[in-house]
């Protein structure tokens, strides 16, 4: 870098309706602030008249407030999208991050050679704010949104929402929890108050803090208000805010004789004062994104009590639990209460018992008061500094991009699927979620141009390109991505799923021409290895098939008895031979006269054989049971309540089994077909026993045999433990990751 020469700051747009009172809009005042040291910050408002909250940076305003009526909000919103575009060019922003629903369509049909970044807030499934909303807003989301280069949701929930509800693909989506300056608001705490909030505080305050919309579900908590005060009768309810409602609800207040008791103060720049004096702060909102009053109040010393609405509070309050739990009941929460969202007169009594609990509990109030200390450190201007620069820094900078089948299109879940996410999750644990992009193949049906722009843009900016596709997909996409190679100077590598490369590639000249040029190819064994070096491939490397599992070192010493209990792990086709084992294990109980053997079947079902194999399960009288899907997370500790596996496959394009791995990680031996490449994976006698392919005859001789002697399946169970071992992810994947991190 020659001398006197500094670096150019990247230009980054910050754009929102305006910067009048609410949590986005105070996020994005946040925001501006953390940015401001290291990029050159700019604020597009809508309406620059609306400003309640400070920011760093530039101010540009578009001028174009809000019209009523249909049609003048459609061309309000063209002009916006016209005029913000013109912005863009003239200042060349590197990246635009747009607040709120309105703002985030004008952005992402304003892309100008930006980078465009969608923020959102709100739990959006739970919304109900007209026609408007309803069927434009939530069709625009479904359609536009994943041509966004990254989405920033404010919550977890509010990301499941997305990806469940509107289609938006996960790898789009970075959950930045809001946070807050505690310095700041530590200091603002200390201003001068005024002789209202010090009257007021002589008796015990609860103190609410939001707009005055239906959201925030002001007429549940004065209801429930109104029963705290035949509890505690000298409390007071400071409600701080402003809105569409207020006129209705003080109505409501003075029809319920509590004018001396709900106090509407408006909105106030500095609500921490009040917080100051107050007793505890509550939350009675029907839906939120995420809840920024609860850890500003935590932030003030002030216990919380919530709705257990979506999204946010239960992220908050009790992080432990699941966030798809909704309580039914007061939660004494580990920072916080949560009560159930209020839609009537049960949950109003359930808010007002834990009100009444925190203004007459001293204890309890204290150990909140202590909890929210700790746990407000996890939301600090810090760690959300952190996160955002490294969104921000790592924009067009992937260091790996994936490209392969994972399933979640259609929630498919085969061997496949599990080994191409297992390597997602094991390189975005190396080389951090930031240095890595995908694309799931599996929406390729439903998006193919779309798909394939995105493919070219990603393997253009990532330094590695890995490829772990099926036959199908490697034939329409490897030719391509080998030319993008040449083109970009970009490392290509295939990881190849299965055993079935070699045939392929001697039948498709193309194919096996596009092979040859690739940087590296790994496949599963040394007999494909050795396939491929036959027809001239010869840049190819074994990388056996791979598991995340937990460690066993041990297994129960207690002898195994009859019946043994066996198990098959597979996606359910006819080619996987699962019929055989049924028709082996019915022959082998009904000859016995008793059972001697169960077998349980686990796997996703092929819609093609669904109906056949039904019929072949009840057929067998209870001597088979389908247990249905299993989740990847459940799969060791289900296996470890068996005996052993059964493998019985004839699939044709059968490679290294990831089932077998499986099964080793639980400690099972597998009674295997010999077919394809078992022999490389199951050590005859050692971690299991074989039997010749669709043979119902010797697979009963050979299950007979451990029913005669079961404790071998015992001695077995050792060695496969230790054979385990050698297929960890970790093991497996060191050496290539090692390479790429050489470059």
């Not at 908050?316 to 580990?334: C, D, G, H, Q, R």
């Not at 890595?436 to 798909?451: A, G």
Request: aromatic share 10%; with cysteine; net charge positive.
């Amino acid at each position: 870098m020659g001398r006197g020469h500094t670096m150019k700051k990247k230009k980054i747009a910050l754009l929102i309706p305006n910067l009048a009172n609410g949590g986005a809009e105070k996020m994005a005042s946040n925001l501006s602030d953390i940015l401001y040291p290291k990029y050159d910050v700019s604020f597009i408002l809508f309406d620059g008249s609306k400003i309640d909250y400070p920011y760093s940076g530039n101010m540009i305003n578009v001028g174009l407030p809000p019209l009523e009526g249909k049609m003048n909000k459609v061309i309000t919103m063209l002009r916006r999208i016209h005029r913000v575009k013109q912005i863009k060019k003239k200042h060349q922003f590197d990246m635009t991050i747009s607040f709120l629903e309105n703002a985030n369509v004008v952005n992402l049909f304003s892309k100008c050679g930006d980078k465009v970044v969608l923020t959102v807030h709100n739990y959006n499934s739970k919304r109900n704010y007209g026609f408007l909303y309803e069927n434009v807003y939530r069709w625009l989301m479904k359609c536009f949104y994943n041509k966004a280069d990254r989405i920033v949701a404010v919550s977890k929930m509010i990301a499941r929402d997305m990806i469940s509800n509107y289609r938006i693909l996960e790898q789009k989506i970075e959950v930045i929890y809001n946070f807050i300056d505690m310095d700041n608001i530590k200091k603002l705490m200390q201003c001068q108050s005024d002789h209202i909030m010090e009257r007021l505080s002589e008796k015990p305050v609860v103190i609410n803090v939001g707009r005055l919309y239906s959201q925030k579900g002001h007429c549940h908590l004065i209801h429930a208000f109104k029963l705290v005060l035949q509890n505690v009768p000298d409390a007071q309810l400071v409600i701080l805010g402003h809105g569409e409602l207020e006129e209705e609800l003080k109505t409501l207040v003075k029809n319920l004789g509590m004018e001396n008791h709900v106090h509407f103060m408006g909105f106030r720049k500095n609500p921490y004062q009040w917080m100051a004096y107050s007793k505890v702060l509550v939350s009675s909102s029907l839906f939120e994104g995420f809840g920024n009053v609860l850890i500003e109040a935590m932030c003030c010393g002030l216990p919380v009590i919530s709705t257990d609405c979506r999204s946010g509070p239960r992220e908050i309050l009790a992080p432990a639990t699941p966030m798809e739990y909704e309580t039914k009941s007061v939660e004494y929460a580990e920072y916080g209460i949560l009560t159930p969202v209020c839609t009537g007169k049960h949950q109003e009594e359930s808010l007002a018992q834990a009100m009444v609990e925190m203004l007459t509990n001293e204890t309890l109030r204290q150990h909140y008061i202590a909890q929210s200390q700790k746990r407000v450190q996890d939301f600090s201007k810090e760690k959300a500094t952190q996160h955002w620069y490294q969104l921000i820094d790592s924009m067009n900078q992937y260091q790996i991009f994936i490209c392969g089948n994972f399933g979640y299109a259609n929630n498919q879940l085969d061997g496949q699927t599990v080994k191409t996410r297992q390597l997602k999750d094991q390189f975005v644990r190396q080389f951090g979620e930031e240095n890595i992009i995908y694309s799931d193949m599996s929406q390729w049906k439903k998006r193919p141009l779309s798909m394939y722009r995105e493919i070219k843009r990603h393997a253009k900016n990532s330094k590695s390109t890995l490829v772990l596709l099926g036959p199908k997909g490697i034939r329409l996409l490897l030719p391509q991505l080998v030319r993008w190679k040449k083109k970009y100077s970009k490392d290509l590598r295939y990881i190849v799923i299965g055993g079935w490369l070699a045939t392929v590639a001697q039948k498709n000249n193309i194919l096996a021409s596009a092979l040859k040029k690739l940087d590296r190819i790994y496949v599963e064994t040394s007999s494909m290895q050795e396939k491929l070096r036959q027809i001239g491939i010869t840049n190819t490397s074994v990388l056996p098939n791979f598991r995340r599992f937990h460690y066993i070192n041990h297994i129960d010493s207690h002898s195994i008895q009859l019946p043994i209990k066996a198990v098959i792990l597979s996606r359910i086709i006819k080619e996987k031979g699962i019929h055989t084992a049924i028709d082996a294990v019915k022959s082998i109980n009904q000859t016995h006269g008793k059972i001697c053997i169960t077998l349980d079947i686990y796997g996703q079902l092929n819609k093609k054989y669904a109906a056949e194999f039904q019929t072949l399960v009840r057929r067998s009288n209870g001597h088979a049971t389908y247990k249905g899907y299993l989740e990847e997370e459940n799969i060791q500790q289900t296996l470890m309540q068996y005996d052993f596996m059964i493998f019985p496959t004839y699939y044709h394009g059968e490679g290294f089994p990831g089932a077998i791995i499986d099964a080793y990680a639980a400690g099972l031996p597998v009674v295997a077909s010999d077919w394809k490449y078992n022999r490389e994976v199951v050590d005859d006698g050692k971690t299991g026993i074989f039997f010749e392919p669709q043979n119902t005859a010797d697979l009963i001789q050979k299950l007979n045999s451990l029913i005669s002697n079961p404790q071998s399946i015992e001695q077995m169970k050792y060695h496969c433990l230790e054979k385990a071992k050698e297929y960890h992810v970790d093991t497996v994947l060191a050496e290539l990751i090692q390479e790429l991190r050489r470059g």
